[in-house]
């Protein structure tokens, strides 16, 4: 493909409809640096959209003037670095392009209060609004199907896909965590104004930001004052120092897993931001639903995307209603059964396929655990109450450090209620019998009728949802995906864009 210059607005539609193509979008004020180079290269392999740059340096973002004059401009220099990074096409459009006078048809948008009233909206009065003003201007003209954006300027991020949110753009919002110099400051364009003291300033308030992300990972407590008393005694000018919940930007609470340190200090005339996530253990996800609504065949190939533990707590319970048949053990009688867990062990091992096996008390159940028989008395098994909590405790301990994802009828809801992300997957009765009935790994499925198995299904659901422990219900934080005429791969792709929206990349840098 050719690579243009486009400097008018009204270039844009024709472009657009040259292409026949969808596009990547990664605005820019210039002054390109690795960040924006991080995020072009980013575009570029994600997929073989059209690339689009654009540099424009918006003033409705800059409530000083001589902070606008002193903007650097290196136009020439954006444009190679852009086009040698994987843009196809770089918009440089002039302010009477993007703000024409007269012009009604623009509209001057506001940023939501309670996003943009914290942090840097405290001191930059009217900024994100600009942000806001401009983007959405960028949005309507370019009609991306992806825009590209930087996680260094996380409140911008939020306060961004609130607009794509609010306003129902058809745009998907891709970050990229900070990227950071060789001495841990995060790149930013204003660097290049730092004399040397003043870059030593700002490399110390970044080291103390990571250093207090090494200590919350051990014990889990974060000291503001201390860190505030640092950086004075290095006579940095603190413009503001907060602990915060990541997406509402309200103060932590103690049972957020994930929350938010983020400070700005001026140097000399120049005035810059760092933050940092601290987080307790690694993300959840929690997926229940329905039998046969496809919970495990999505949770396995999400936990394999994500490079997650998959945990499969419906085999937990299969494997001991396997046990309790096998050895006919009697489960009425309370005491006996609670002597009886004591001794059992359920684990998880991968096998030479990449797929995990079940072993209970060392002995593989993987298969055995899948008949007819077992699915027909699992479900009583599940509602005893000492097997539910023998079992909600073992899936506890193994989610202690986070880093899974988990399947089954009430993991949101009891065994993981503190997920970062809850999906209640489910689909209709039609739909799950064909899926068992075309299931090739269940025999017996294969060879019950249609109407039977519709029949065995029903029964199933209303088992799970009136038991008194634990019941199969939707947790009101949960998102219901129904699954009816899509493949595993799209739903898996759904759950993915929920997750990123939900835990920032920066967490899952080590």
């Known amino acids: 493909m050719k690579k243009v210059i486009i400097r008018k607005t009204e270039e844009i539609e024709n472009w ?17 640096h690795n960040g924006h180079i991080k995020l072009i290269s980013t575009a570029k392999n994600d997929n073989s959209n059209v690339n689009l740059v654009s540099i424009f340096i918006n ?22 670095i852009s086009f040698s990074n994987g843009a196809d096409a770089i918009f440089i459009p002039s ?39 401009v983007v959405y201007r960028l949005l309507n003209l370019i009609k991306p199907k992806n825009l590209y954006l930087g996680e260094k300027d996380w409140q911008q991020l939020l306060i961004l896909k609130n607009l794509v949110l609010r306003k129902k753009l058809n745009v998907a919002i891709k970050s990229i965590p900070t990227q950071r110099d060789f001495d841990g400051i995060p790149l930013s ?37 201390e860190i505030i008393k640092k950086l004075s ?10 602990h915060l919940h990541p997406h509402t930007l309200q103060k932590a609470r103690l049972e957020d897993n994930i929350s938010l340190l983020a400070g700005a200090i001026r140097c000399g005339e120049t005035r810059l931001i760092d933050h940092v996530f601290l987080m307790k253990r690694r993300p959840i996800i929690a997926i229940d639903g329905p039998a046969g609504s496809g919970k495990s065949t999505v949770t396995k190939l999400l936990a394999k995307k994500l490079k997650l533990l998959y945990l499969d707590t419906g085999a ?22 609670e002597n009886i867990l004591k001794d059992i062990s359920i684990v998880f091992k991968s096998n030479t396929n990449s797929h995990q096996d079940v072993y209970v008390n060392n002995y593989c159940v993987t298969e055995e655990i899948r008949s007819q028989k077992v699915s027909s008395i699992v479900s009583k098994i599940s509602s005893i109450k000492e097997v539910r909590k023998f079992l909600v405790e073992e899936q506890r ?13 009430d993991i949101g809801t009891t065994v993981f209620p503190h997920a970062e992300l809850k999906i209640f ?14 299931d090739k790994n269940s025999k017996e499925s294969q060879e019950i009728d249609l109407h039977t198995l519709k029949e065995l299904i029903k029964k199933r659901d209303f088992e799970d949802s009136n038991r008194k422990i634990s019941p199969l219900t939707k947790a009101n934080d949960a998102l219901e995906i129904i699954t009816d005429g899509y493949s595993v791969d799209e739903v898996v792709d759904k759950i993915i864009e929920l997750y990123d929206d939900k835990i920032p990349k920066e967490t899952e840098i080590k």
């Open 16 to 32: 657009r409809r040259n292409i026949n193509s969808e596009i990547n979008f990664i605005p820019t004020m210039g002054n390109l």
């Open 59 to 80: 003033p409705l973002q800059f409530d000083n003037k001589l902070d606008l004059e002193n903007y650097p401009k290196t136009i020439d220099n954006d444009i190679k």
């Open 95 to 133: 302010n009477e392009d993007i703000y024409p006078p007269n012009n009604k048809n623009i509209k001057f948008l506001k940023a939501p209060i309670e996003l943009s009233s914290a942090l840097c909206g405290l001191n930059r009065i009217g900024h994100f609004d600009g942000v806001c003003t």
């Open 189 to 225: 364009s204003r660097n290049l104004h730092l004399s040397k003291k003043e870059r030593k300033l700002i490399k110390f308030f970044s080291s103390e930001l990571l250093e207090a992300k090494k200590n919350f990972h051990q014990d889990k407590k974060i000291n503001l004052n």
């Open 233 to 242: 005694a290095k006579k940095i000018s603190i413009e503001y120092l907060e």
């Open 316 to 337: 937990m319970y299969r494997a001991l209603s396997w046990l309790m048949m096998k050895e006919s053990i009697d489960y009425t009688k309370e005491e006996k059964l």
């Open 397 to 409: 301990k193994i989610g202690e450090s986070g880093g899974l994802v988990a399947e089954g009828r």
């Open 425 to 438: 997957l489910t689909a209709s009765i039609d739909e799950r019998a064909k899926r068992r009935k075309s």
